[in-house]
């Protein structure tokens, strides 16, 4: 498609259990972009990807949380036992390798952990 | 230990009128500026940047202020238009590394009619 394209658009799950949330980035897009935004803050950098590999994964708030990106193309993001305060909207992000025309964000997966 | 601040939770101005949301920065190392806007259950998309070789880039209704000095940035929307209601994010970078952009915490700007 022509954009970035996130699924589920909303998920709710239990306390304690494990989510896959998946960003499918547009096409030719190098680089690759998680970010959070809980209620009422801004966005929270989780994890950034170029090509296959992960040169930064310093915003991963626990060692829950783990992303990867196979064929230099779709992402995943896995948390692990999740928490209440897991609760966000997860969002992806792709842009060519430099970045300077800014990122194209998908629309967001809102995550409830109940 | 926030590097990008927007002190203005949210802004109200009239259609017609100038908007003007500030945002200030901490890091030193940051090297480019974006302006984002994020309309209710959509991702925020990309309006205007700004390299710190320059102190002003115009888009358009849209204009990016840079005072490097300061380490201040101003987004200007004029005239305001009952569309531009949105939430609008401060980024900035340091391209002398990699593309990690950190974000502020966001203004809410209603454009009243």
């Known amino acids: 498609g022509a954009g970035v394209s996130q699924s589920p658009s909303n998920k709710v799950t239990e306390k304690g259990k494990d989510v896959e949330l998946r960003c499918d980035p547009i096409?030719?897009?190098?680089?690759l972009y998680w970010y959070r935004q809980s209620l009422g803050q801004g966005l929270e950098f989780l994890i950034y990807?170029?090509?296959?590999?992960?040169?930064?994964k310093s915003g991963l708030p626990s060692d829950r949380f783990s992303a990867e990106r196979t064929g230099g193309s779709v992402s995943t993001l896995t948390i692990q036992r999740t928490q209440q305060e897991d609760s966000a909207v997860y969002l992806c992000?792709?842009?060519?390798?430099?970045?300077?025309?800014?990122?194209?964000f998908g629309s967001g997966t809102r995550l409830t952990v109940v | 230990d926030q590097q990008v601040k927007q002190n203005s939770p949210s802004l109200s101005v009239q259609e017609g009128r100038i908007s003007i949301l500030n945002c200030d920065y901490t890091n030193s190392m940051f090297d480019y500026f974006l302006w984002y806007k994020k309309y209710p259950a959509e991702g925020p998309t990309f309006l205007i940047s700004i390299s710190s070789i320059k102190d002003k880039n115009e888009d358009g209704r849209f204009t990016v202020f840079l005072n490097k000095s300061a380490k201040h940035l101003s987004l200007h929307i004029v005239p305001s238009q009952p569309g531009d209601s949105a939430v609008y994010f401060c980024?900035?970078?340091?391209?002398?590394?990699?593309?990690?952009?950190?974000f502020g915490p966001g203004t809410s700007l209603s454009v009243i009619p």
């Open positions: 992000a792709s842009s060519h390798q430099t970045g300077e025309d800014g990122y194209t």
């Open positions: 980024a900035a970078s340091a391209r002398t590394s990699y593309d990690k952009v950190i």
């Open positions: 096409s030719g897009h190098t680089a």
């Open positions: 990807f170029q090509g296959n590999s992960a040169p930064d």
